[in-house]
């Protein structure tokens, strides 16, 4: 612990270039602005309030492409248009900046990376507003950011499957089946149970809204073989079949995608698969199908004059 | 109506160059410009002496260099008689860095966007969006041999990663976010006019893109913003050239010698190219 200072001395910023000559020119004053960097859960509410945004649930274990997949529709959109649609506005700008940074060359990695989500950051999310680009409808998406540990726990005690709030309020929840773990015969069959388990722990606890629309979204495909060696695809075929009848008629819709979203080896282009399912990200907020309200009848003079001013 | 106007802009944007030969301009009344001086306020050292440095070739002072400048300018519209004050806050392009990274920013800059001012907004064309992933810039270097061996592990990382700083973030990003934060308080969230000036115009002239294609091309996420936002960002392009040459070149400035100051100044809008600086703060006047 330091000594403390004298209020003159610990008002230094250390970060500020001063003179000399400056010494006795008051401090400027500084107006703070909104954080820029991912929302917190408070900061998705305020959002809400402001305006409509639909969320999307990234759902599954560590290492599996979660934070990777927002991070590159947003370096889509550095670089123009995407998926038909155009980058309108983001409350996370910082937020998207700091987790694509270790993806950039001036990083000075050899290799792309992405920092791990901490299970001490707890629930937070990407802000991502798009317009269609010829009519410029405006959609907003809250993309959750969770730690992947926080879904293995969920697999291995399914009955805190409500305890995640995310899932009950997403428009969309999207299951991630980790292609590299798939790819690899050994890990395979696990990475398989592992999707299956937690889509399973969600649903049947009825923390998916029906009106939601469930995904099985396999990342890393630039990392699956193909031809004669293709026994990850033939599995993953069965699966997304599996998924598909299963949730079929319990909610909206149930859909498969495959993506890779940032190819290390620089085969495939950056973010394919991408646009079809930030596509189907971009639909109406999803609102909680209510029952309308019973009413009595109504029977006494005052009802009736009040039933003959509606008409 | 009164117009008024704010030029704002990250560092090394060209404001300072702008608007010393915006009073060159308006002072010399020696080309013809649609705004002419009406009148000024305050100190005009520095106005003198950013316009002296322009004038005899020199490189114009940053405003970080010359300091406290809060500088107005009154110009009149000779078509409409309309009235306009150009309103140069002493705020350097660092103080927009700062407002990025740390998330603050000058009360000055809050009051100075208040109802009915237009917004002069510098980009350098020096300065594009562009930023190589690792993967692009693995595609570019040369490839390396298979079976041949350099002693390291291809997986091995030579040198330590840097960190994320907020330094990193690139210029289109930062534009992004200073007109982002202009939809939040404190700033009250109405609707603006801007002019977006791509500065060091005849860097890019050759590519023969309009102001508005080299901003799509080159700043695609600020291009993209601007579109989706028209609601909130009534908003036109301008390519600038007010130094108007390179001033390490000996011989371009050996030439315009020859011909009036004013001459050197290049300015492309929607449609026109000529020599009157005026022409943006027209726009602005115009849309009122």
Known sequence: ?311 | MEANFIIIGLPASGKTTFLAALWHLVESGEAESRLQLDSYEGDLAYLNKIAEAWRNFQKVPRTSQVGDANVSIRLADRVTGGKATVFFPDLAGETFDAQVETRQCRPEFVHGVAKGVGILLFVSADVTGHHLSVVELNGLLPKQEEGVSTGTDQNEQPFPRSEWEPKFVPAQVRIVQLLSDLLRPPFEARRRNVVIMISAWDLVKNTGLAPKEWLAANMPLLYQFLRSNCAWFNHEIYGVSAQGLDLNDSSAIHSATSTDASRRILIVGPGSEGHDLTSPLAWLMSVE
């Open chain 1, 1 to 311: 612990m330091t000594a403390a200072q004298p209020d003159d001395e610990a008002d230094v910023d250390v970060f500020e270039e001063t003179g000399a000559s400056e010494a006795s020119i008051p401090p400027p004053r500084w107006v703070a602005l909104p954080p820029a960097g991912m929302l917190s859960i408070a900061d998705a509410d305020s959002l809400l309030r402001w305006r409509e945004a639909s969320l999307v649930a990234i759902v599954g274990e560590r290492n599996g492409g979660k934070t990777t997949l927002a991070t590159e529709l947003y370096e889509r959109f550095l670089r123009g248009p995407f998926a038909e649609v155009v980058f309108s506005h983001s409350l996370s700008l910082l937020g998207f900046e700091q987790k694509s940074f270790q993806s950039r060359a001036e990083s000075r990695g050899t290799k792309p990376d992405t920092p791990r989500t901490s299970t001490q950051d707890g629930l937070n999310f990407f802000h991502l507003a798009v317009s269609d680009q010829d009519d410029l409808q405006r959609t907003d998406l809250l993309i959750s950011e969770r730690a992947g540990e926080a879904y293995r726990e969920v697999r291995d005690r399914p009955a805190m499957a409500m305890e995640l709030v995310e899932i009950r309020k997403a428009s969309t929840v999207t299951f991630i089946l980790d292609g590299e773990r798939l790819a690899d015969g050994r890990r395979r069959a696990e990475a398989i149970a592992s999707v299956r388990n937690i889509a399973r722990a969600f649903t049947d606890a009825g923390a998916v809204a029906p009106e939601a629309e469930v995904q099985l979204v396999t990342t890393k495909c630039d990392l699956l073989p193909t031809g004669s060696a293709a026994a990850a695809l033939d599995a993953l075929a069965a699966l997304e079949q599996r998924f598909v009848a299963s949730y079929s008629g319990r909610f909206a819709a149930a859909t498969t995608f495959r993506i890779a979203a940032r190819d290390p080896e620089g085969k495939i282009e950056p973010g394919e698969g991408l646009a079809p399912l930030l596509r189907s990200w971009l639909k109406p907020p999803m609102r909680p199908h209510l029952e309308p309200p019973r009413l009595p009848p109504l029977i006494d003079e005052f009802d009736r004059l009040l039933l003959r001013r509606r008409n």
